[in-house]
């Protein structure tokens, strides 16, 4: 399963945030901390899995948890427009 | 910065500049030097200009596609794409507006593809359509959320002896990456002569431009036997070689060997006046900058061709002021002397 932000998501990264504004609605998210790091593994297009191998190393949590809190940060990604799912 | 008392001019003066995202970045890490509620200001500014940085650059995408697959030729030039090319991204410079370069020919066929969220700012008699498309040099549409795009038939006013209408800008057009977008955009030569001749027509009464060529000469390879090719017998070389200048003696930004030693007196003139300028000791406008602008043409004819077009040949400002009759065209040259007394002395006197 791949996730993807699509083409009308325009991202920015500012110091310690990322900035997504869906181009669409004109909204602005701002994530930081985790949300920021887990918008930068999707920008390079990398499955969940991978995802979570990486936020594994970046937080020296299990891999289940991570696991869990992704989804639902994805799922919350995706009912906002803010990513798709392959 | 202890020796800073107006945090609030200065606040306003990086604005004014077009600089104060550099500013805000720079100084961010010594926040706890800066009052807390100028800081809290700085920030709040900082990330309005991103907001609506990324709100342009999303609609000059659209705007480029919708082109694209109508066929019509565009390049994109300064804003984002500037900004991209010299800063690495789009929210690190100041702009109000997009600029795109089109052919003339398809102006009409934009404003009708673009019609239904872009409009014109000014609504036009059919005898004033005729006079703006023989004296503008672009198309200014302006949306529902006040983003203002230009489509430009020509860099420059064809009415200015420099007006680099002898370049091509489409030919060797290359790409750049916006939000994983391929955008068009002029060569980099071609991009540096242009912010070259563009900061100089306005002395460089903003800092953003002169910061524009040492970003863009820092972080774009450049070619300077082109350049030079570019530049060599063009009459607005003395533009081009004041805004090397500058870069130089403010960021000490290499020039290759084509252009390290080709300056002389006149520039430091030139300089010293500019600087003046940013300083407050002199007014930034026509009159204070007539002589050190004069200095920049090569010939008695462009001279004489400037001075001609700033005080005597009717813009398109005297046609929308009054719509004559074309039998009364002529005039509009009295017309125009009534305009510029009223702009620099009546108004002058009110104030």
Known sequence: ?86 | MNKIEDWEGFVSLAYSHGIFPLVYRTLKEYAHLIPEYIFAHMKQNYMDIVKQNMLMTSELIKVIKILEENGIEAISFKGPVLSQMAYGDVVSRQYCDLDVLVQKEEIFKIENLLKNKYKRALKLTSSQEDIWIKYAHDLSLTNQNGINIEFHWSMFDSNHPINLLKINFFKHSIKTIINNQNINTISNEKFLVYLCIHGSKHLYERIEWVCDIDRFIKTQKVDWDIVEDIIKNDNSKKFFLLGLFLTKILFNTDLGKNYENHFDNEYESIRSHIFDTWNGKQKSDNKNNMKYMLKLFVSKTDKLKYLNKIYFKPTFTEYWYVNLPKPLYFLYYPLRQYLLLKKYFFNKEDN
């Open chain 1, 1 to 86: 399963m791949k996730y993807q932000i699509p083409q009308t998501v325009f991202i920015q990264e500012i110091d310690s945030e990322v900035i997504l504004l869906d181009t669409q609605t004109q909204e602005y998210f701002s994530l930081n901390g985790v949300g920021k790091d887990i918008v930068e593994l999707l920008s390079k297009n990398l499955s969940k899995d991978e995802i979570i191998e990486e936020l594994s190393n970046i937080y020296e949590v299990d891999n289940p948890q991570i696991e869990k809190d992704l989804l639902n940060f994805l799922k919350a990604l995706e009912k906002k427009g803010l990513i798709v799912i392959d």
